[in-house]
């Protein structure tokens, strides 16, 4: 194994375990920022897969972090894929966004709450008859096909759906998905071998896997967050019974991904759960329940749970205590971090320390005094230094004080 990658993962596993290791990890989202650095636009990262894979090398060998995460998946990338579908529910730069803007999601009520039942007594056939015509603008044609129960009818199932098929429509979104297939290979075989050749050079990927929990499956993409809170007070058992139908599968993905990349790290995106998003009842009823499994069910497969405390989650610090300890790494956004060595400093290892707001607009004595300040909070143990968020806009040379900072007060 490459020298410099032991390295790393020693000090990954070191600092996940709650152990002091031969310096402080550093953790780098690159996100947009190589776009930047290395001469790019942000639109390349969209249309031009082999520059951007380079330019993410160049910056990643240019700072050398112990670990990494960059824009690589396929709801983020190709946007040929894009097009192909029609793709209502996201924005790319270079496409409906000017080229120096991020990309962006677009929240909708895409599942009616009347709807639930229909999802519920058959998941599959509302997702692909009635979910994915309206996200995907060229592929309305999928709702014209017979409901995925007429299977049942075994050697008469071919004439229902052969029908269906011949329906201009349908063949028309039929076309549209095998158009889509070559590309959206071809994106994702380029990026798996680019992850491939950064680890052979010594760097980690940090996300072998991800995931997100079943609230946020629903209020990101179904119903909307705005859906999703009126479902808590007028549909709270049909929200908690689409809840149930989605967590085997989201774990189920979680475990598969990490197993076919060789990495044990799993990504959680969480977004709904942080403090002011909903009150502590509903978030032991709603929430903490599935992300609390999750976390242990990746554990108990082996895995390393990265889950991604996005706001404020001061007041939640009491439920994570509960969780398994030196098994996880915890990245938190705004959450005061005395309050965090305090409450989870003998439970998991907290990636946190550097607010991206100073590394745009501070200076290089501010983020070295903040790095020093982090390091000391935590006497260096369990802790991953990272940035709050993405790195988009951070200054290249703020970014570097803060890598160089990390390796003086870390060691």
Request: net charge negative.
């Amino acid at each position: 194994m490459n020298k410099k990658l032991q390295e790393k993962r020693k000090r990954i596993a070191d600092a996940v375990a709650l152990q002091k290791p031969d310096r402080v990890p550093i953790f780098l989202m690159q996100n947009y920022m190589p776009a930047r650095t290395e001469g790019l636009t942000y639109k390349d990262a969209h249309y031009n897969i082999d520059g951007w894979i380079e330019a993410n090398r160049n910056f990643v060998r240019r700072y050398d972090p112990d670990m990494y995460f960059m824009i690589d998946q396929p709801n983020q990338g190709d946007a040929t894929v894009h097009e192909i579908l029609g793709t209502v529910s996201v924005k790319w730069p270079g496409g409906s966004l000017s080229d120096n803007l991020p990309h962006q999601f677009v929240e909708g009520e895409y599942m009616l709450q009347e709807e639930y039942d229909h999802f519920l007594d058959d998941p599959s056939d509302y997702l692909l008859r009635v979910f994915v015509p309206r996200i995907f603008s060229n592929l309305k044609g999928l709702a014209k096909l017979p409901p995925l129960k007429a299977l049942s009818l075994g050697h008469l199932s071919p004439n229902l759906f052969g029908m269906a098929i011949f329906d201009p429509e349908v063949a028309g979104a039929m076309q549209k998905l095998l158009e889509m297939s070559k590309p959206a290979a071809d994106f994702v075989m380029k990026i798996g071998a680019a992850h491939a050749g950064m680890l052979d050079e010594g760097q980690l990927y940090a996300g072998g896997a991800l995931t997100v929990v079943p609230f946020d499956v629903i209020s990101d993409f179904l119903r909307g967050m705005r859906g999703a809170m009126i479902d808590m007070f007028q549909v709270p058992d049909k929200l908690i019974a689409a809840m149930e139908k989605f967590y085997p599968l989201l774990l189920g993905a979680a475990v598969q991904g990490a197993t076919i990349s060789g990495n044990k790290h799993v990504f959680i995106a969480l977004h709904r759960g942080s403090d002011g998003f909903m009150s502590m009842k509903q978030f032991e009823k709603f929430y903490w329940p599935y992300l609390k499994q999750m976390i242990c069910d990746l554990i108990d497969a082996g895995l390393t749970p990265m889950p991604v405390f996005e706001g404020i989650y001061e007041q939640r610090l009491d439920y994570l205590r509960e969780l398994p300890a030196g098994k996880i790494i915890g990245h938190f956004d705004r959450s005061n971090l005395q309050m965090l060595q305090n409450k989870l400093g003998d439970v998991m290892c907290v990636a946190a320390g550097m607010p991206v707001s100073l590394l745009q607009t501070g200076t290089v004595e501010t983020v070295r005094q903040q790095t020093k300040k982090a390091i000391e909070i935590f006497e260096g143990k369990g802790l991953i230094m990272a940035s709050s968020t993405v790195l988009d806009e951070a200054k290249p040379e703020l970014l570097q004080a803060w890598v160089d900072a990390t390796r003086e007060f870390g060691a």
